[in-house]
Structures are given as structure tokens and as C-alpha cells.
């Protein structure tokens, strides 16, 4: 069964799910670094999405 995309709230916004394209993309086009530079830094930082982003600003 497929997940209700209706039913959403905030409880996993300050996570990255490393394995989901999307969410991959979206850090891609909002940073402006490349895919590869998102995945490093959640293997150097872990995949908490404010840890991810401070560290692909340094």
C-alpha cells in the first residue's frame, strides 16, 4: 500500500532520506551544489537536513 501523501506534517522536515531521489534534488536545486556534493555531506554529517546545509555553505 502506497503511503497517504494527504496525511503530512512536519515530523520528519529536519531529515534528509538520503535514499529518495527527490529529496536529493530539491537540497541540488536549492543549493546550487551538485548531487554528489549532497551526498557527501550526508555521509560526513549525518542526515540531519540543517547540519547538511551548513556544511555544504562552508
Known amino acids: 500500500m502506497a503511503d497517504?501523501?494527504?496525511k503530512r506534517d512536519g515530523?520528519?522536515?529536519?531529515r534528509?532520506?538520503?535514499d529518495e531521489r527527490y529529496e536529493i534534488d530539491y537540497l541540488v536545486?536549492?543549493?546550487g551544489v551538485s548531487r554528489a556534493d549532497v551526498e557527501d555531506?550526508?555521509?560526513a554529517v549525518?542526515?540531519?537536513?540543517?547540519?547538511?546545509i551548513k556544511?555544504?555553505?562552508k
Open 4 to 6: 497517504d501523501k494527504s
Open 46 to 52: 549525518g542526515n540531519d537536513r540543517e547540519k547538511i
Open 55 to 57: 556544511h555544504l555553505k
Open 29 to 31: 536545486k536549492e543549493l
Open 11 to 14: 515530523r520528519d522536515r529536519s
Open 16 to 18: 534528509v532520506a538520503g
Open 41 to 43: 555531506a550526508i555521509k
